[in-house]
């Protein structure tokens, strides 16, 4: 999906995004210099962009965290999981195709109606796991 296709704030949200270093909350979008510039000043306009990124799967909201980012093979719907630094909050997407249908199965033998596949995986990254 190319950025032609996203709104205005959407384009602005996405940029702020694939520019940070780690995910990022709403607020935190919200005080960055390229947004306050580009005049995004409500909460609201934040969620809405998020909400609209995230439906083109452009983007992953990280649950533990509260926070998003941009998709790394964007777009795509399928599900995703993400090993997460908890010392740099540097976050990686990983795919989760082999995972992903046996969890399904598992869901679906039990009567379980799965509506999303959301892994997370705490710990350290190679940098800081040196410093052990």
């Not at 709403?26 to 609201?44: F, M, Q, S, T």
């Not at 995230?54 to 941009?70: C, D, P, T, W």
């Not at 033998?109 to 800081?128: A, D």
């Amino acid at each position: 999906m190319s950025k032609t296709s996203l709104t205005k704030n959407q384009q602005i949200v996405f940029t702020a995004l694939i520019s940070a270093k780690g995910p990022l909350t709403a607020y935190k979008i919200l005080d960055l210099a390229l947004v306050k510039r580009e005049g995004l000043k409500a909460p609201l306009t934040i969620y809405r962009a998020l909400d609209g990124l995230l439906e083109k799967g452009m983007a992953h909201r990280i649950e533990s965290l509260n926070a998003f980012v941009a998709c790394s093979s964007a777009p795509h719907k399928e599900a995703a999981g993400f090993m997460i630094c908890e010392q740099c909050g540097m976050t990686l997407e990983l795919p989760i195709n082999a995972c992903e249908e046996p969890l399904r199965q598992q869901a679906s033998s039990t009567g379980f109606h799965l509506h999303k596949i959301n892994i997370e995986m705490i710990g350290l990254c190679s940098n800081c796991g040196e410093n052990i």
